[in-house]
């Protein structure tokens, strides 16, 4: 986990800049299919998607995922084995994550006035289909490796 805000930033960065653009590549081809425009479309939409997940991930979601954790679900002899830590909040933050993030992108996809309940669930669970296992399997671990490659490198200090 991270230890200070520097840390923070990077870890969030690595894993929405990841999360992001799979998630955004799939939600387009479902849409739109895989087409000629399908790589722009991707890259056009990215900055924006990584920006509000970024926002999202740490002025909302991580804060309240990391405060439900900590108070009602974490056991103290966790600490011996942290992959249980990280695995729960990596499943909170994808359920926060998710559910926000498929509003905006049907928000951005659809405009505000053609939300609708089905249109919001179908999207959600599409979504939460991919986003777990893409955390779990493939983004969390290389953005934990990479986390741990900068905190054991010795150039990061605690200053934020």
């Excluded at 399908?38 to 939409?45: A, C, N, R």
């Excluded at 919001?120 to 493939?138: E, G, R, S």
């Amino acid at each position: 986990m991270p230890r200070n805000f520097k840390e923070e930033l990077m870890f969030t960065g690595m894993m929405a800049g990841m999360m992001v653009i799979v998630m955004e590549a799939y939600n387009i081809a479902i849409a739109s299919g895989v087409n000629s425009g399908f790589v722009l479309d991707v890259l056009k939409g990215y900055p924006l998607a990584l920006i509000v997940a970024a926002i999202l991930d740490l002025a909302l979601v991580g804060p309240i995922v990391k405060g439900v954790f900590f108070k009602f679900i974490f056991k103290p002899e966790w600490e011996e084995t942290p992959i249980k830590i990280a695995l729960w909040i990596s499943c909170l933050m994808i359920l926060g994550m998710v559910t926000l993030m498929s509003l905006f992108g049907i928000i951005v996809t659809f405009g505000l006035e053609n939300i609708s309940f089905g249109i919001y669930v179908h999207a959600w669970i599409f979504n939460l289909i991919v986003a777990l296992p893409l955390q779990l399997i493939i983004v969390g671990p290389i953005s934990r490796m990479g986390l741990n490659k900068i905190q054991s490198s010795g150039s990061n200090s605690n200053e934020v």
